[in-house]
């Protein structure tokens, strides 16, 4: 199962289960605020490392001769295999940040060395056209190091590894409920109306109201 299909079973049940909750019981149209912390991502993050990468990168440089035309030089092509480690997410109002170490062989390399080789940052936002929270992180590279004896060497070469994070887009729906009366039970429909998704400090922010049928 890949990082993402178990980030989008998991962020629907934590949506699913305010909604529930708030709709046992005495039925009424109310607010739902649903918080996810940055903490309950990195524990996600934590039971999923290391977690395994693979790709293609080619490093090319483009040089200028003059009157002899601009020149393209490969200098590799080739197919990347990895693991990611100490994933932490970091939220304030701004963006979704992400960070971690990263161990791996291109080109027919080892890298890897102390220190965050992972950094990326993202949003999260809701559609209204199809009732999704989606995320979208457009860049999270991998920029390789060598550690050669006490040294570290950073190479000019990011690697964009994002669509790891994308989760898919989670759809917001109704949802039944049961209450028991003195004759029997009843089923309400819970359709969550005005969903707005807010970035805190800390924390993002899921807030709706509930329109019963």
Request: proline content about 5%; aromatic content about 12%; overall charge negative.
């Amino acid at each position: 199962m890949s990082i993402s299909e178990i980030y989008r079973r998991r962020w629907l049940a934590l949506i699913a289960l305010p909604i529930i909750c708030y709709g046992s019981g005495e039925v009424l149209a109310q607010d739902v605020d649903v918080r996810i912390y940055e903490s309950t991502l990195n524990e996600f993050v934590d039971e999923l490392q290391p977690v395994q990468f693979t790709g293609r990168y080619a490093f090319r440089t483009t040089i200028d001769l003059g009157p002899f035309g601009r020149h393209t030089i490969t200098w590799c092509d080739s197919g990347y295999a990895g693991t990611l480690d100490g994933l932490e997410f970091d939220i304030n109002s701004n963006r979704i940040a992400v960070e971690g170490d990263a161990a791996f062989s291109w080109c027919g390399v080892g890298f890897g060395a102390p220190g965050p080789e992972l950094t990326g940052t993202g949003d999260v936002t809701y559609n209204f056209a199809d009732s999704t929270v989606r995320f979208n992180f457009e860049a999270v590279n991998v920029q390789p190091t060598l550690h050669i004896f006490d040294s570290v060497i950073t190479l000019p070469i990011t690697i964009n590894i994002a669509s790891m994070f994308n989760v898919p887009p989670l759809r917001v729906g109704s949802t039944y409920v049961s209450f028991a009366t003195a004759e029997d039970s009843r089923y309400v429909r819970l359709t969550p109306i005005g969903v707005t998704v807010t970035k805190r400090n800390g924390y993002i922010q899921l807030t709706t109201n509930l329109a019963m049928q």
